[in-house]
């Protein structure tokens, strides 16, 4: 379980503090998988990134089955299990697709010996894409957005993770790849011993949700079912005033 209490954070700009997280507490359980969903700019990267550690809290304490892992860099909550898919993802110079995914597998495996080599190309098949036209492609520039953004979620996938955060899956992804990715979030939640986090105002994603949990202005501001959240959506949709509200969950005009 993933406990955080009292996180707060805040950014320095040159003219003020601004403050970005209030006073988060909640409890991840293990192998739940929750939607956090709410209105842009309401914290819900930044919250993703403190539990990665990229974000230190500016005050709160995190931790991960009873251990403190506050003052812990990235890559050691990485060798505790816990992985995030960035809602940006970041493209390296000199490194094809195939390299990226075997450093990825080759981490897990460390101390594994008799495990199995992960199947690179069915990991790349989880996410839409064909092996043979990406696995010798470079990890760079010449990649798309949603094309990088669907290979760091294969890379994510190829681990073991006690804990995955994936921010904005869908962003840059195709209707084809995302109706796969979202397979592939459901098969993941069904048989791995994984909690999932992710980040989205999607009903497909939402329906997936054990919990959902919405934050804005820093704040959680409920934690609530998929059911409760998918009947305000279609309330929305089904507005009678002659507008095009958006079916996005806090979204705002």
Known sequence: MLELRGISYYAETRNETVRILDDINIKFEDRKLYVITGPNGGGKSSLARIIMGIN????GRLSLDGEDITDLDITSRARLGIGYAFQNPPRFKGINVKQLLDISVQSEQVGQTDKKACDTCALLNNVG??????????ADTSLSGGEMKRIEIASILSRNLKFAVFDEPEAGIDLWS??????TFENMHRTRNTTIVIISHQ?????????????????????????????????TSDCSCGTDCGKGVGMNA
């Open 56 to 59: 230190r809290p500016t005050a």
């Open 129 to 138: 894409l064909c092996a043979s036209e990406y696995l010798h492609r470079d």
């Open 178 to 183: 995302f109706a796969k990715l979202a397979e």
């Open 203 to 235: 009903e497909r994603i939402l329906e997936l949700a054990d919990e959902v949990i919405v934050i804005s202005g820093g704040k959680i501001e409920e934690v609530t079912t998929k059911q409760k959240i998918l009947a305000e959506i279609t309330h």
